[in-house]
Nanobody, 115 residues
Framework: QVQLVESGGGVVQAGGSLRLTCAVS????????VGWYRQAPGKQRELVAT???????NYSDSVKGRFTISRDGTKNTVSLQMSSLKPEDTAVYYC?????????WGQGTQVTVSS
């Protein structure tokens, strides 16, 4: 079972920046895909960004141009750099990894953007 541990959440003012990091217990370059999802109160969990082999990235339209996903094979981490944050970015952010078709989730980290 792959373990994922997120860190870096917090409270920030609108327009500010935060960096989330997810430590992955497996070799991150063995993953089919790793990424970040978020869930706001009363809403369904939604994709934020993913990165897969060849460093191919995918972003939701709502964060494109503001967020950047990256991974570090030496540290086995996946990060999400968030800039120009908006109050609507407030949510619990979850790290996700798919190894050999098996989906694993972290426990989430809260991001709150105040107006």
């Amino acid at each position: 079972q792959v373990q994922l541990v997120e860190s870096g959440g917090g409270v920030v003012q609108a327009g500010g920046s935060l960096r989330l990091t997810c430590a992955v217990s497996g070799r991150i370059f063995n993953a089919n895909v790793v990424g970040w999802y978020r869930q706001a109160p009363g809403k369904q969990r939604e994709l934020v960004a993913t990165i897969r082999s060849g460093d191919t990235t995918n972003y939701s339209d709502s964060v494109k141009g503001r967020f950047t996903i990256s991974r570090d094979g030496t540290k086995n981490t996946v990060s999400l750099q968030m800039s120009s944050l908006k109050p609507e970015d407030t949510a619990v952010y979850y790290c996700n990894a798919v190894f050999w078709g098996i989906n694993s989730w972290g426990q989430g980290t809260q991001v709150t953007v105040s107006s």
